[in-house]
């Protein structure tokens, strides 16, 4: 089966900014913004659109129903933030910091993670369309009860993973590593892996190989 590739942001001709505001039910459009610490913020309903954020840091914030489209995030920290239940479209994480980060029971459709660091991360109960993970650390991360299409693992670190009640069939691990990984068995047909790493899983499975 042919990958599609994520699509890329679209933005227009931006506004350079050094500062933002965040608050309730605002949107955030069409700036370009570099170096700034937004940490720490419980928020709701927040709206990033048509934006270039560079160097942003945004730890520790809780953000509900949180929408994101045609944005560019590069060397971000959103370590241990909480995006439940956001939505992401045409969305490029680059080099960003993505440990512990919680997605859980979001929306992402052409999206891009490229040389980030996510280790911890929750991806659990999220609809992914057109997904690519490139070169990105997924150690310990959940990708527990999702529903996907086109999502794409090259070079990427999947030691520790859970993938329980994730259908599997035609999903590609052969460009990834890992040392462990956890899948529900009855799941499992139609997972395209090395021979190295099906004896990874068969070890996970319990079966003994001589």
């Not at 439940?84 to 891009?112: I, M, P, W």
């Amino acid at each position: 089966m042919k990958i599609k590739k994520p699509t890329a942001p679209i933005l227009p001709q931006l506004t350079q900014t050094e500062f933002i505001s965040l608050d309730d039910e605002i949107i955030i459009e069409g700036l370009q913004l570099k170096e700034q610490d937004l940490s720490y913020q419980d928020l709701r309903n927040l709206v990033f659109r048509e934006c270039h954020f560079d160097k942003l840091t945004m730890n520790r914030n809780h953000l509900e129903r949180f929408e994101c489209s045609n944005v560019i995030f590069e060397h971000c920290d959103f370590s241990n933030t909480e995006w439940l239940g956001a939505s992401f479209h045409q969305v490029h994480f680059r080099r960003c910091k993505l440990t512990g980060t919680n997605f859980a029971e979001s929306y992402l459709r052409d999206c891009t993670f490229e040389d980030c660091l996510a280790d911890y991360a929750s991806f659990s109960a999220t609809n992914q369309k057109v997904v690519h993970f490139n070169q990105t650390s997924l150690n310990d991360t959940e990708f527990v009860e999702v529903v996907w299409n086109n999502l794409l693992f090259e070079e990427c670190s999947l030691t520790g993973s859970n993938w329980f009640h994730t259908k599997l069939k035609e999903l590609d691990l052969r460009k990834s590593t890992f040392e462990k990984i956890a899948f529900s068995q009855e799941l499992i047909k139609g997972l395209k892996v090395t021979t190295e790493q099906a004896v990874i899983i068969a070890a996970g499975l319990g079966l003994s190989i001589e």
